[in-house]
């Protein structure tokens, strides 16, 4: 009865942060979000919030790791869980740095909402949208221990790199033809570059369920098909 106890305990502490992990990922996919409503709506105090509410993704990174560390220490899990649980670490780092870029994001919001919009904001929030989708995707693969949801996320960057390098090229474009507009081009282009790497940090998870799951390290290759990790 006493292990069956041990065994129920166990399960809840992993399910706990399997929680946590999915709360902090709720709150980044809100902050990309609100980042993005910040600079379409030109709402700077919004922007400023989200830069305040920051200190929440770090608290919560914090608590992951203690409880991952406990957990590690107390149970000593083998195999599986123990990938489960060294991935956990990895994990709330990258979820913690994409709090980082939504925060850049509002911080460029700011000070583009003091001059005249460059143009209307099209496809940095298509960019936005893909790159939150990413990250559920992304968490929801970790919880499950989904591969081929994984799998579809490493294809998916592919599609926000390409609208970055569109971007890139636009905003190339105004600068050359006006150079009053460098400035704003700029900020813009930072914007870009900050949500490629939020999808980029989604596919870090990605790889690392695939890994997970499949035993099988796929960074810095090509993304794979589910024959090639079968």
Not at 45 to 61: K, M, W
Not at 93 to 107: F, M, N, P, Y
Request: charged share 30%; glycine share 4%.
């Amino acid at each position: 009865m006493e292990r069956e106890h041990t065994f129920k305990q166990y399960d809840a502490e992993l399910n706990e942060i399997r929680g946590l992990l999915l709360e902090m990922g709720g709150k980044v996919e809100q902050m990309i979000a609100n980042a993005m409503k910040a600079l379409v709506d030109r709402d700077s105090d919004l922007a400023r919030r989200l830069i305040a509410s920051d200190h929440e993704i770090n608290h919560l990174e914090m608590a992951i790791d203690e409880k991952c560390l406990q957990v590690l220490a107390r149970r000593q899990p083998a195999a599986r869980d123990l990938r489960f649980m060294t991935l956990a670490l990895k994990i709330v780092t990258d979820l913690e740095r994409i709090g980082d870029q939504c925060t850049s994001v509002a911080k460029r919001a700011v000070e583009l909402n003091q001059e005249p919009p460059l143009k209307p904001y099209i496809d940095l929030p298509r960019m936005a949208n893909w790159a939150s989708v990413m990250v559920k995707e992304a968490l929801d693969a970790f919880v499950r221990g989904d591969s081929e949801l994984a799998i579809k996320v490493c294809r998916d960057d592919q599609f926000v790199d390409g609208l970055n390098d569109q971007i890139q090229r636009e905003l190339l474009t105004f600068m050359m033809e006006d150079p009053s507009t460098i400035s704003r081009a700029l900020k813009l282009n930072y914007i870009s570059k900050y949500l490629e790497r939020i999808a980029d940090h989604a596919t870090n998870v990605a790889e690392m369920v695939i890994f997970m799951v499949k035993g099988k390290d796929i960074r810095h290759t090509a993304p794979p098909s589910g024959d090639e990790l079968a």
